[in-house]
């Protein structure tokens, strides 16, 4: 393992959407007093604003530009994190399904893996972060102290997305959710740029008959005894 990092370790938590990736990083973060890095926000930040400005999926030199242009930053707000855009607000609208899905596949261009795994390094090489997203025990940081894979069915993970989008009044039904869930699933399984996969040095927690508390324990002991490890490991 690397020398002791300045301000503890960096925790990686990889997934599939709606493995309950946020949920646990925001709470082990408050647990660690660890700073929460939310990667797939910066990446719906990159789609939200590629929309806007009119950029086709596949263009990836005006990808690039916007990426070159783009500052996104994360500002705490009590208990939740506002997603900032270059100062703009965005963290409601990155949040939609259909943002979700125009990431999924602007998020599989490299060069905004390029620019976003740059901006990711810079954040959390000093760590004290937990980084959630789909490659940051594989690509962003392999040298991560402590990985974790969070998953659960497609089917409990479309569930649990079903009632957080009908929470917020969204229509979509039960089905359409799932089928959703499963076509985000196999677009990051399947690209070829730092695909969603499990690192080999991954915890793999399945959280599907899992409570948010159960899988924080896990998590939270797996945390606490590397800490204790120290630099020996
Ligand atoms: N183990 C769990 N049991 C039940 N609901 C969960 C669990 N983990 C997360 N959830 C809920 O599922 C939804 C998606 O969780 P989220 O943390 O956003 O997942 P991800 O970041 O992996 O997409 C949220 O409403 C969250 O409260
Ligand atoms: N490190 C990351 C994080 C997200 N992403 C992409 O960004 C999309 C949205 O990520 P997210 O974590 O906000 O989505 P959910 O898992 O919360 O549904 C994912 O479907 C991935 O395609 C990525 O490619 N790499």
């Given at each position: ?19 309950g ?24 930040a990159?789609?939200l ?47 939609t ?6 990431t ?29 997203g ?45 089928a ?51 630099d020996?490991?």
């Amino acid at each position: 393992m690397s020398a002791v990092r300045e301000n503890g370790v960096i925790v990686a938590i990889d997934g599939p959407s709606g493995a309950g990736k946020s949920s646990l990083t925001k709470l082990l973060a408050q647990r660690l007093g660890y700073i929460h890095i939310d990667t797939g926000a910066m990446f719906r930040a990159v789609a939200l604003m590629a929309r806007r400005a009119g950029i086709a999926v596949d263009d990836d030199a005006r990808l690039a530009e916007l990426c070159r242009g783009l500052e996104v930053s994360f500002v705490r707000d009590g208990e939740n994190c506002r997603v900032l855009a270059n100062g703009e607000d965005v963290s409601r609208e990155i949040r939609t399904e259909e943002i979700g899905l125009l990431t999924s596949a602007i998020s599989a261009r490299k060069p905004v893996r390029e620019a976003l795994l740059t901006m990711q390094r810079a954040m959390g090489t000093k760590g004290g972060v937990i980084l959630e997203g789909r490659d940051i025990g594989t690509v962003v940081f392999p040298d991560a102290e402590v990985k974790f894979f969070l998953s659960a069915s497609a089917e409990e993970r479309g569930r649990r997305r079903y009632l957080e989008l009908a929470a917020r009044g969204d229509q979509a039904t039960l089905e359409e959710t799932i089928a959703k869930v499963i076509q985000r699933d196999k677009q990051d399984e399947g690209r070829e740029h730092a695909p969603l996969r499990q690192a080999e040095d991954a915890l793999p927690i399945d959280s599907t008959t899992l409570s948010i508390d159960e899988v924080l324990a896990v998590m939270e002991n797996a945390v606490r005894e590397r800490l204790a490890q120290g630099d020996k490991g």
